[in-house]
């Protein structure tokens, strides 16, 4: 509430008020300082990616139609519906990523989770004499629900564990802020 309030409700003022009314996704990367503070690092007009996937997982609305609607300026006449289960997101890397990371690597054991709790987005490979490789730096992006952040949390943790490839990298610390203590 306090980022809509202080970030995105003056920003998209700012805009119509310079003469600049905005339809489609605006994207505003935050940093939260040690005292709780918001602040503003980028602002995209697209989706953020990897945040998309967590996002978009939890939409039951159709997609098309809340697009259609911002482009007819009709958003006021659609709700959205929304999966209210946690989601979370865990992206596996090429080592070396962002700086230098090597492509063509072979993935082996990417599992098949049961796609209304859990998908594996592609970001960064590619098909090589029909084996799947890497083919960029953030490369996968496994994605999940559950009935509480802990179960979406464990839940991605367990499929991220049985990806492999030469150099593969993910944090350990994704969604460790939102569950209790320990």
């Excluded at 953020?48 to 006021?76: I, M, W």
Aim: hydrophobic share 35%; glycine share 10%.
């Amino acid at each position: 509430a306090r980022v809509i309030k202080e970030v995105i409700e003056p920003t998209i003022r700012g805009m119509r008020d310079e003469g600049i009314p905005f339809t489609g996704f605006l994207y505003a990367g935050l940093m939260i300082t040690k005292e709780g503070d918001p602040k503003v690092l980028e602002y995209n007009c697209r989706l953020g990616d990897p945040e998309t996937q967590p996002l978009l997982f939890r939409l039951k609305s159709d997609l098309y139609k809340v697009c259609s609607a911002a482009v007819d300026h009709n958003l006021d006449k659609i709700s959205l519906e929304w999966d209210p289960r946690p989601a979370l997101c865990v992206v596996l890397t090429a080592g070396g990523y962002p700086v230098q990371y090597r492509k063509g690597d072979s993935i082996s054991s990417l599992p098949s989770p049961d796609q209304t709790t859990a998908k594996i987005f592609h970001a960064g490979t590619t098909l090589k004499n029909g084996t799947l490789v890497t083919n960029g730096g953030r490369v996968l992006g496994v994605t999940t629900l559950g009935e509480t952040l802990q179960e979406a949390h464990d839940k991605a943790y367990e499929l991220t564990s049985q990806i492999h490839w030469n150099d593969v990298y993910y944090r350990q610390d994704i969604g460790i802020k939102g569950l209790p203590a320990k």
